[in-house]
């Protein structure tokens, strides 16, 4: 049950702040992978959603679930590393619970299928094992590389 730290998720990921979602991978097997993301109060989207109420936007859990399956992708598909992933669709998408400044968001993500250029994934969002959004995910990769901003 390996595990990746943040330098190594930013040698798999072109995402650097304020867009980077993931903070650890706790686990990675070859078609699944549990990502953390630590929800702070310090994140740029709480200024606006919403001022006496932070909640943090569903699209962004969304982008955390992608960024965690693309990490998986990058470790199986290595020909895929430093190409250009894109979100090609998300199904089924539902939030049952408002995930705010303070919780600890923990993304699973299981690979339903891969080719070349397309991987489809199921995934679940829990705090402390609640389902905070569910969703299947297809990512499309395009051939463009794409350079990471740099590390600092």
Same mark, same amino acid.
């Given at each position: 049950?390996?595990? &990746?730290?943040?330098?190594?998720?930013?040698? &798999? &990921?072109?995402?650097?702040?304020?867009?980077?979602?993931?903070?650890?991978? *706790?686990?990675?097997?070859?078609?699944?992978? %549990?990502?953390?993301?630590? %929800?702070?109060?310090?994140?740029?989207?709480?200024?606006?959603? +919403?001022?006496?109420? #932070?909640?943090?936007?569903? *699209?962004?859990?969304?982008? /955390?679930?992608?960024? =965690? !399956?693309?990490?998986? *992708?990058?470790?199986? !598909? #290595?020909?895929?590393?430093?190409? /250009?992933? +894109?979100?090609?669709?998300?199904?089924?998408?539902?939030? @049952? @619970?408002? =995930?705010?400044?303070?919780?600890?968001? @923990?993304?699973?993500?299981? &690979?339903?299928?891969?080719?070349?250029? =397309?991987?489809?994934?199921?995934?679940?969002?829990? *705090?402390?094992?609640?389902?905070? /959004?569910?969703?299947?995910?297809?990512?499309?990769?395009?051939?463009?590389?794409?350079?990471?901003?740099?590390?600092?």
């Amino acid at each position: 049950m390996p595990s &990746l730290d943040i330098q190594e998720i930013l040698t &798999l &990921l072109p995402h650097r702040y304020p867009m980077l979602m993931v903070d650890r991978v *706790v686990e990675i097997t070859e078609d699944s992978i %549990v990502g953390i993301k630590n %929800v702070t109060f310090n994140e740029p989207h709480f200024t606006g959603h +919403f001022p006496s109420l #932070p909640v943090m936007p569903g *699209v962004l859990i969304i982008e /955390a679930m992608a960024q =965690v !399956a693309g990490i998986l *992708v990058g470790k199986l !598909a #290595p020909h895929t590393r430093g190409k /250009a992933m +894109f979100l090609a669709s998300v199904d089924e998408a539902k939030f @049952r @619970r408002p =995930v705010v400044p303070g919780d600890q968001l @923990r993304i699973e993500m299981k &690979l339903l299928k891969l080719k070349y250029s =397309v991987a489809k994934m199921q995934g679940t969002a829990t *705090v402390d094992g609640n389902v905070a /959004a569910e969703a299947m995910l297809m990512c499309k990769m395009i051939d463009k590389p794409l350079e990471a901003a740099p590390t600092p």
